[in-house]
């Protein structure tokens, strides 16, 4: 698939010498779901804020469809649309006006047709001539999302969107995301929530330090870095690792009524026939069997820590 | 050009104005009647006239004038400074739009409050003192230029304010002592002679005695040279805007 953002080098000192970005390279393709990952102050604002024109790089280049984003700031902005980490409104304005507002600024004409259909998409209907103050949190957020939608982009950045945002917000938010990707439109989202890249991302981006540690297929990343555990629960409590099973790097519980083996589901083999052989001749019982996938959590904590 | 985006922003700034209109209508009609009031009917009926011209009708171009000036600073520097206090100039910064528009939407909104109110103030005007206007065609384009600089001066003080007090303190601290110091209620060469030297570095008094001459003809200084300043005041704020743009200085890091 071709890139539709395409980051090279990117680079962004501050004033007082802090380097937010240092040298980022980004291929992002069209009709995807990217997640970037990373702890507060990776670099994910930084990023998006770059690549949308709010602040201006020190180094690199960043085409958005193809065109550059300072010599050819219209073409690139006219293709993005943006929804920032804060909830930035005018408390006085309507919903409507708001977002009627957001599209002139982009240089579309007038569609009100459009507008209340964006609305009705983000069930914010009915709430169209409240005033935005009158609004709880969720919907304010999506008073963002519907400003951002405004003019047609066909990239949405969206900042930590279920910041803050209760349990079920964020599967309805989830959803709208899905909606929008079945729209074609391509998203990226920046979150430090394990769970919401691992829902309904396509490729993952770790971010840390103003450095994107991996971009991969999330479901790849999983499989190629996943490691599994398979926990043995035994019948009787034992002291301590039989020395028969010694090869095995096995870690007993404290109440030594379980043993965990960690291996890795990309091996040629991986060792657990042998294992539960080598268990039963050292005269264990074995009672239950479980195993456990390392989520992306892990391999963030892991890759993060890594760096760190 | 990106019309839609200025029309957007001058749309939106107008109608705020429009949603507080009582409160933008009443309170210039009421201040300017209180003025002729005290300074037209109390004091200035033991007043002679000033340069041939009765000092109710004489005090009238520079009343406009401090309500003019004050009011397009105010409202340009609100305009953009309220977005970058509410956060909402992101969407400004992200957008396709380059510095003329924006400067076109926002200033052009609020030179055109102030217009609206200096011609109020006219019209009130009209009913305390007898009023000829010499020249009308000169009248309407000094107050529009004035409208314009003014308003771009206070789009200069938004952008540079972080907070609220620092919104009202350049307003506050330089362009009303310079308004009233400008000769709005008096004519220059009333004053003491080292008074009226130091007067000619007040860059108002060449925009209120230029305003005046359009009404009764007669000036402090010179027509051409009060054109010149105000020609010189706009250029100059438009340069300080073109380069805020261009280095992104307070808005864009």
């Known amino acids: ?308 | 050009m990106n019309i839609y985006a200025v029309q957007t922003i001058y749309r939106s700034e107008m109608k705020r104005f429009f949603r507080t209109i009582m409160q933008s209508l009443i309170s210039p009609v009421i201040s300017t009647s209180l003025y002729f009031i005290v300074f037209g009917a109390a004091i200035g009926s033991r007043i002679q006239e000033v340069e041939g011209v009765s000092y109710g009708a004489f005090i009238v171009p520079g009343l406009i004038m401090l309500s003019v000036m004050t009011q397009a600073t105010s409202n340009a520097s609100f305009g953009i400074y309220f977005p970058k206090f509410t956060g909402t100039i992101y969407e400004l910064l992200s957008a396709p739009v380059n510095f003329l528009e924006i400067v076109l939407g926002y200033v052009g909104a609020a030179a055109t409050k102030a217009m609206f109110i200096g011609v109020i103030i006219l019209i009130t005007a009209f009913f305390f003192v007898d009023l000829n206007i010499a020249h009308p065609i000169a009248m309407v384009a000094f107050l529009v230029m004035t409208c314009l600089s003014f308003s771009l001066l206070g789009f200069i003080i938004g952008i540079w304010a972080g907070n609220f007090e620092q919104l009202q303190l350049i307003p506050l601290l330089v362009i009303t002592p310079l308004v009233f110091l400008g000769g709005s209620f008096y004519s220059v060469s009333m004053l003491p002679g080292i008074w009226q030297t130091i007067a000619m570095f007040n860059p108002v008094v060449y925009l209120i005695s230029g305003f005046r001459w359009a009404f009764f003809g007669v000036a402090d200084v010179d027509i051409t040279v009060s054109l010149a300043a105000i020609a010189l005041f706009t250029g100059a704020c438009l340069a300080v805007i073109w380069w805020i743009f261009r280095t992104g200085w307070r808005i864009r890091q």
């Open chain 1, 1 to 308: 698939m071709p890139s539709i953002v395409s980051v090279k080098n990117l680079r962004k000192a501050y004033p007082g010498g802090f380097e937010a970005l240092k040298g980022v390279n980004l291929e992002i393709e069209e009709g995807e779901i990217l997640a970037l990952l990373g702890p507060n102050g990776a670099g994910k604002t930084t990023l998006i804020s770059t690549v949308c024109g709010i602040t201006v790089p020190t180094g690199g280049s960043i085409t958005v469809g193809g065109f550059d984003t300072l010599t050819n700031y219209r073409a690139t902005r006219d293709l993005i649309g943006l929804v920032p980490q804060e909830i930035n409104l005018e408390p006085f304005e309507t919903v409507f006006n708001t977002v009627s507002f957001s599209r002139g600024l982009f240089g579309k004409p007038r569609n009100d047709d459009y507008i209340n259909r964006i609305l009705d998409q983000l069930s914010l209907g009915d709430k169209k001539d409240s005033k935005i103050m009158a609004l709880s949190g969720g919907m304010k957020r999506r008073v963002l999302i519907a400003k951002a939608l405004s003019h047609e982009p066909r990239v949405l950045f969206l900042d930590e969107p279920t910041a803050g945002v209760d349990v079920e917000l964020r599967k309805d938010m989830w959803d709208v995301v899905a909606e929008l990707k079945a729209a074609g439109v391509t998203i990226i989202l920046t979150t430090h929530y394990i769970e919401e890249a691992e829902a309904i991302a396509d490729r993952v981006g770790v971010i840390n330090g103003g450095q994107i540690l991996l971009v991969q297929d999330k479901t790849e990343l999983m499989s190629q870095m996943g490691q599994k555990q398979l926990q043995i629960s035994l019948s009787e409590a034992v002291a301590e690792v039989p020395a028969a099973l010694a090869g095995y790097e096995l870690d007993r519980a404290d109440d030594g009524l379980s043993l965990t083996y960690t291996y890795d589901t990309n091996g040629e083999r991986t060792g657990i026939t042998t294992l539960l052989n080598d268990l039963a001749a050292a005269g264990l019982t074995m009672i239950d069997l479980q195993t456990k996938q390392s989520s992306l959590e892990d391999i963030f904590v892991g890759l993060v820590k890594e760096t760190a």
